[in-house]
């Protein structure tokens, strides 16, 4: 099955800094990668995502890459906001298993002051 | 509101009771999914439905989990005889799906936090 790793597991950035998140995936069937935000006590929503037909996604402050050679996607927020603050997850699914997603175990990016 | 609503949101149990969570999903979306949510982990996949047709069952899903989409329509997880390892978050996702080989957004509930005692 797939296997969906994450960095770092947590990430401080001053507000307006930029902040990334690295995730690797081991399956080279995985063609669907989107990204949750999820704030405490709240359900996961979906903020970007990704298929493998495409190296690069944007929309405002945020943007996803994919890799297919090495297997790897990443996560840019710009000019970070207090809001921004969260539980960020990773996630893959395989062509022909609808949306069975495998996450990663998640980063808690903090934006201060 | 027209997302995905889980009830209870919270339930505390004691080990060997069994309890029943039910989700409704975004209405006109025809897959539904159950994952499982452990504090400092990401959801992890239990089971998913097409329609009233469950497909595929996680390992993880033990024979003390039952799940059931009667019309198509609601869900509902029944886990039998509760054990303290089944403290976790239970989330219920839906989506739309064209085909076996399409991957759609997946719209997640609030889940309903499960403790036992």
């Known amino acids: 099955g797939e296997n969906v790793e994450q960095h770092p597991s947590t990430l401080s950035v001053q507000e307006g800094d930029s902040a990334v998140i690295k995730c690797t995936y081991s399956d080279s069937a995985s063609n669907y990668f989107p990204w949750y935000k999820q704030e405490l006590g709240k359900r996961p929503q979906l903020i970007i995502d990704?298929?493998?037909?495409?190296g690069e996604k944007k929309d405002q402050r945020i943007a996803v890459t994919l890799n297919k050679t090495a297997k790897h996607f990443s996560l840019h927020i710009t000019e970070t906001q207090p809001e921004d603050s969260a539980v960020y997850f990773c996630a893959a699914s395989i062509a022909g298993t609808a949306s069975k997603l495998t996450f990663g175990t998640g980063t808690r990016l903090q934006v201060t002051l | 509101d027209t997302g995905v609503s889980q009830d209870p949101r919270h339930k505390i149990t004691k080990r060997g009771q069994n309890v029943t969570f039910r989700c409704d999903p975004i209405s006109e979306h025809n897959r539904l999914y159950w994952y499982r949510q452990t504090l400092g982990q990401g959801p992890e996949f239990l089971t998913y439905f097409q329609n009233e047709a469950q497909l595929e069952k996680s390992r993880l899903l033990s024979d003390r989990f039952s799940a059931e989409r009667p019309k198509g329509s609601f869900s509902t997880l029944e886990i039998q005889r509760t054990e303290q390892g089944d403290s976790a978050m239970y989330l219920c996702?839906?989506?739309f799906g064209l085909g076996s080989n399409h991957n759609e957004k997946l719209f997640f509930g609030s889940g309903t936090q499960l403790s036992v005692l």
């Open positions: 996702a839906s989506s």
């Open positions: 990704i298929r493998s037909n495409v």
